[in-house]
T-cell receptor
């Protein structure tokens, strides 16, 4: 079945710097890649997603890039702010079978003021 | 629109006791998921429903966990008997359909502590 690896597990950056989180997946048929942000004690919330027919997508300070050949995708946050501090999860969804989401192990991002 | 509702928010039980969680998905969402999130880990799918039918329960420990979605709307997840390693947050999520491009919306979760 699908396997998703996420790195790094923790990331500390200075306010204003950029943060990059990377995920790799195993099923080449996967074609939907969402990123979720989970603040302490709260529900995961979708922040950005990308489909396999697109190489890059940007929404203000957040961007996601996808390399289908290498089977990896990355979350980029620019000009980080303290409120970006949270746990970020990547997920992968395959177009076959049950279309279930497989989540990465999460990255705890700390933005230092 | 109203979000995914879950109850209770917190539950503490002793091992070998039983517990049940309830989820009300977003109105009109055909697909409902139950995830287990152990502290420090990503959500792990336990069971996925399409309307009132199970489409994936491959990672559900069926000797102690059960779930149902009888009328294709609300769902309950039960653990009987609970073990210490069941301590986790149980997240319910729903999506409009199970097609590949639909977003999954999560509830606040139920934090279970087994002592």
């Amino acid at each position: 079945g699908e396997n998703v690896e996420q790195h790094p597990s923790t990331l500390s950056v200075q306010e204003g710097d950029s943060a990059v989180i990377k995920c790799t997946y195993s099923d080449s048929a996967s074609n939907y890649f969402p990123w979720y942000k989970q603040e302490l004690g709260k529900r995961p919330q979708l922040i950005i997603d990308i489909r396999s027919n697109v190489g890059e997508k940007k929404d203000q300070r957040i961007a996601v890039t996808l390399n289908k050949t290498a089977k990896h995708f990355s979350l980029h946050i620019t000009e980080t702010q303290p409120e970006d501090s949270a746990v970020y999860f990547c997920a992968v969804r395959a177009p076959s079978g049950t279309y279930k989401y497989i989540f990465g192990t999460g990255t705890r991002l700390k933005v230092l003021a | 629109e109203a979000g995914v509702a879950q109850s209770p928010r917190y539950k503490i039980i002793e091992k070998r006791q039983s517990v049940a969680f309830w989820c009300n998905p977003i109105s009109g969402h055909a697909t409902l998921y139950w995830y287990q999130q152990i502290l420090g880990q990503g959500p792990k799918l336990l069971i996925q429903f399409q309307n009132n039918g199970v489409v994936d329960d491959s990672q559900l420990p069926k000797d102690r966990f059960s779930a149902e979605r009888l009328k294709g709307v609300d769902s309950t997840l039960k653990i009987q008997p609970a073990k210490l390693e069941d301590s986790a947050v149980y997240l319910c999520a729903s999506s409009l359909t199970s097609s590949v491009n639909t977003e999954a919306f999560f509830g606040q979760g139920t934090r279970l502590t087994v002592v």
